[in-house]
């Protein structure tokens, strides 16, 4: 008998536990994609960092996963390497601390004098205000809609189904059976059905009769003019002012957390998880600049007001819906951790293994959803805290 799963959104998390469940026997999958044209979601926006280490272990296991992934995908992500740059003492501290806690983690990852830093970097980065630098040579930068389109080919290949301009209105279970209806007026059954919709996630989970505490937040990112003398190398984080940067090709992208969390509400995402431009974030973009050489400082010439989805401790949403039999749940995932996600979702709805415990969808059961909301923004600008609840 044929098993068949239904996987709400067409994004990189979609599409990668498509990917993954495809290959599987008697599994025949079917991805509903929200939007008729062109992907909207956060994915299309991401910057495409890939770093590998964070403090959280089931982190970097994911990450080191995905990027494996990615890396046999050929197109659309490279083993550029980061750096994580410092220009304070307490700021090299934290550095420091990292790169040692990567290397008990298994990871190669070594500090470097500020002289030692990476061609293609110096080429943008002040590196008189730098006075302490860890390197991680197996991160990654992606650029996620390539890569999504390659691991979205691979599924279809393994028999994945994908339909657009299917935008989810409703999810009943009934005798055994998960029926999923769009405003389309299409009515799709399922043994299982998997919500990744991404910053849509809050919806989709109320169709299920779950509050997920889900925050989507604005988040600011900009591209200067192309140039000629930039070029390709690592990706680079100054963690103590929560600002990261990388070359795109021929232009330089610099975004930053160094601002009040703006939240999003679900109504305000009608056209997609990229909004208008908030001038707002001018001076945010401004105030990172400094952290670039003079001559590397520009005028943006694209402005991007992505969204992304936080939740209270900044960890994802992955494993089985806590009440309803058949619904899976894999929510506020990055492409850093998509494909790893997938494979343990995808072992975990076809083997009955065990899914992350850590990342458990009913572990705030025991908080106020005000709470949980005040605990997501507070981690806004330290994306890499843990545990704030």
């Known amino acids: 008998?044929?098993?068949?799963?239904?996987?709400?959104?067409?994004?990189?998390?979609?599409?990668?536990?498509?990917?993954?469940?495809?290959?599987?026997?008697?599994?025949?999958?079917?991805?509903?994609?929200?939007?008729?044209?062109e992907p909207r979601g956060s994915t299309t926006y991401a910057p495409g960092f890939v770093g590998l280490y964070n403090d959280a272990p089931i982190l970097t296991e994911l990450a080191r996963a995905s990027a494996n992934v990615y890396e046999k995908a050929d197109t659309g992500f490279t083993r550029a390497g980061g750096l994580e740059l410092a220009t304070s003492a307490a700021g090299a501290a934290e550095v420091e601390r990292r790169a040692e806690?990567?290397?008990?983690?298994?990871?190669?990852?070594?500090?470097?004098?500020?002289?030692?830093?990476?061609?293609?970097?110096?080429?943008?980065?002040?590196?008189?205000?730098?006075?302490?630098?860890?390197?991680?040579?197996?991160?990654?930068?992606?650029?996620?809609?390539?890569?999504?389109?390659?691991?979205?080919?691979?599924?279809?290949?393994?028999?994945?189904?994908?339909?657009?301009?299917?935008a989810v209105t409703g999810i009943e279970r009934g005798s055994g059976t998960t029926y999923v209806t769009?405003?389309?007026?299409?009515?799709?059954?399922?043994?299982?059905?998997?919500?990744?919709?991404?910053?849509?996630?809050?919806?989709?989970a109320g169709l299920t009769g779950l509050d997920l505490p889900l925050f989507p937040v604005a988040h600011p990112y900009a591209y200067s003019a192309a140039g000629a003398r930039l070029s390709a190398g690592p990706f680079v984080r100054w963690p103590e002012h929560h600002v990261y940067a990388r070359v795109h090709d021929d232009r330089l992208g610099i975004g930053s957390y160094d601002h009040p969390p703006v939240l999003v509400g679900q109504a305000t995402l009608a056209e997609g998880a990229s909004l208008a431009w908030a001038e707002d974030f001018a001076p945010v973009i401004t105030s990172a600049q400094r952290l670039l050489r003079a001559d590397a400082r520009f005028e943006p010439e694209q402005l991007v007001n992505g969204v992304f989805a936080m939740t209270p401790d900044n960890l994802p949403f992955l494993g089985p819906h806590p009440t309803l039999p058949g619904v899976w749940i894999a929510q506020a995932i990055w492409v850093t951790h998509a494909a790893g996600a997938a494979s343990r979702l995808a072992g975990a709805l076809a083997h009955d293994a065990a899914p992350p415990p850590e990342l458990a969808v009913d572990r705030f059961d025991a908080h106020h959803h005000d709470d949980l909301r005040t605990a997501a923004l507070r981690l806004y600008r330290d994306i890499y805290a843990n545990d704030a609840v």
Not at 133 to 142: E, F, L, M, V
Not at 186 to 192: G, H, L, N, P, S
């Open 1 to 37: 008998m044929v098993r068949e799963v239904v996987v709400i959104g067409a994004g990189i998390v979609g599409v990668s536990l498509a990917r993954e469940l495809a290959g599987l026997a008697g599994i025949r999958v079917t991805v509903l994609e929200r939007d008729p044209g």
């Open 101 to 166: 806690a990567a290397r008990a983690a298994g990871l190669p990852a070594a500090l470097l004098a500020p002289g030692e830093l990476p061609g293609p970097v110096t080429g943008f980065v002040d590196t008189e205000q730098v006075v302490a630098a860890a390197h991680y040579p197996d991160d990654g930068a992606a650029v996620p809609p390539l890569l999504t389109a390659v691991l979205r080919a691979e599924a279809a290949a393994l028999g994945a189904r994908f339909v657009s301009g299917q």
């Open 182 to 204: 769009t405003d389309s007026g299409e009515r799709f059954a399922a043994d299982d059905v998997v919500l990744t919709g991404g910053v849509w996630g809050p919806s989709l």
